[in-house]
């Protein structure tokens, strides 16, 4: 069996950043006060936990060994948290601005392999169905947080979110039209 190191690399780097995504939103779950959001958190670290899996099983096809361990940045990243957690204590809206943040990190990394030219159609289609989950959870999370700047309330926020989106297509349309004219 050919071993495809490049791609086993990449695969395995968003493997340990997911892993930490996994880790955030578990502990996000615990720390924050809104049971709705906890359940939120502890949806979206099973579905990270599945692109992991299916990130694995690409890393295994293209006979690599995968990673099962966070990344070392990620530990890093946890210890700075724990200490401005112990210096300035959290509340929810400080937990989702935490992992919103994490979640544009995600992105990039998830961006940045995807732009990738040499990557194999296997590692390219594991990378893209994990991308799915990693897009799904920065939108909804960077939501989340705008709607906490504006003062919404989660579960308003979560009401009115296909209300929101509707009048934002209503508006890039209208935009779209002032450019044509």
Same mark, same amino acid.
């Given at each position: 069996?050919?071993?495809?190191?490049?791609?086993? @690399?990449?695969?395995?780097?968003?493997?340990? @950043?997911?892993?930490?995504? &996994?880790?955030?939103? #578990?502990?996000? *779950?615990? +720390? &924050?006060? %809104?049971?709705?959001?906890?359940? =939120?958190?502890?949806?979206?670290?099973?579905?990270?936990?599945?692109? &992991?899996?299916?990130?694995?099983?690409?890393?295994? =096809?293209?006979g690599?060994?995968?990673?099962?361990?966070?990344?070392?940045?990620?530990?890093?990243?946890?210890?700075?948290?724990?200490? /401005?957690?112990?210096? #300035?204590? #959290?509340?929810?809206?400080?937990?989702?601005?935490?992992?919103?943040?994490?979640?544009?990190?995600? /992105?990039?990394?998830?961006?940045t392999?995807?732009? *990738? +030219?040499?990557?194999?159609?296997?590692?390219?289609?594991?990378?893209?169905?994990?991308?799915?989950?990693?897009?799904?959870?920065? %939108?909804?999370?960077?939501?989340?947080?705008?709607?906490?700047? =504006?003062?919404?309330?989660?579960?308003?926020?979560?009401?009115?979110?296909?209300?929101?989106?509707?009048?934002?297509?209503?508006? %890039?349309?209208r935009?779209? %039209?002032? #450019?044509?004219?």
């Amino acid at each position: 069996m050919t071993t495809h190191n490049s791609d086993t @690399t990449t695969l395995n780097t968003l493997i340990a @950043t997911l892993l930490d995504s &996994v880790e955030g939103y #578990t502990k996000s *779950a615990d +720390d &924050v006060r %809104d049971p709705d959001l906890a359940q =939120r958190f502890r949806s979206r670290a099973q579905e990270r936990q599945s692109a &992991v899996a299916g990130l694995q099983a690409a890393v295994t =096809r293209l006979g690599g060994n995968p990673e099962d361990d966070s990344s070392t940045m990620g530990g890093i990243h946890r210890a700075f948290l724990n200490l /401005k957690e112990a210096v #300035t204590g #959290t509340d929810d809206t400080a937990i989702i601005n935490e992992i919103e943040r994490g979640e544009d990190y995600l /992105k990039g990394k998830f961006e940045t392999a995807l732009k *990738a +030219d040499d990557l194999a159609p296997e590692a390219r289609s594991a990378i893209s169905t994990a991308w799915n989950s990693v897009k799904s959870g920065h %939108d909804e999370m960077s939501n989340l947080k705008h709607q906490r700047e =504006r003062g919404d309330s989660y579960r308003e926020g979560r009401q009115d979110a296909g209300a929101q989106q509707e009048y934002a297509s209503e508006s %890039d349309l209208r935009r779209q %039209d002032d #450019t044509l004219i």
